[in-house]
């Protein structure tokens, strides 16, 4: 039978290298994460700086029911607003009165 001291060094061995490999998983994670947002980044880097083009400006700048959370409660508040773009929009308007 082995001794108590010797089970609990297994034990101890056991546990030191379960950590290490969770922290070599970590790393490999945050490293395809990195690479993610590296790709991301570079893909939208040329759009950053560049205007607002067709109907964005009227549709996001300019529209009253993004500003006002209101609307996404009762949304009949807002018929006739925009062409009514609010109901076939309500997610990314939602999102955009959010941001």
Same mark, same amino acid.
């Given at each position: 039978?082995?001794?108590?001291?010797?089970?609990?060094?297994? #034990?101890?061995?056991?546990?030191?290298?379960?950590?290490? $490999? +969770?922290?070599?998983?970590?790393?490999?994670?945050? =490293?395809?994460? &990195?690479?993610?947002?590296?790709?991301?980044?570079?893909?939208?880097? #040329?759009?950053?700086?560049?205007?607002?083009?067709?109907? $964005? +400006?009227?549709?996001?700048?300019?529209?009253?029911? =993004?500003?006002? &959370?209101?609307?996404?409660?009762?949304?009949?508040?807002?018929?006739?607003?925009?062409?009514?773009?609010?109901?076939?929009?309500?997610?990314?308007?939602?999102?955009?009165?959010?941001?």
């Amino acid at each position: 039978m082995e001794s108590e001291q010797a089970v609990k060094l297994k #034990n101890l061995q056991a546990n030191r290298q379960s950590s290490q $490999e +969770a922290f070599k998983l970590a790393i490999r994670q945050g =490293i395809h994460l &990195l690479i993610i947002l590296v790709v991301g980044y570079l893909a939208y880097a #040329n759009t950053f700086q560049s205007p607002f083009q067709w109907d $964005e +400006a009227d549709y996001i700048v300019n529209n009253p029911v =993004i500003r006002d &959370l209101a609307y996404f409660m009762n949304p009949s508040r807002a018929s006739g607003m925009l062409d009514d773009a609010i109901i076939s929009r309500y997610i990314g308007y939602f999102s955009f009165a959010l941001n």
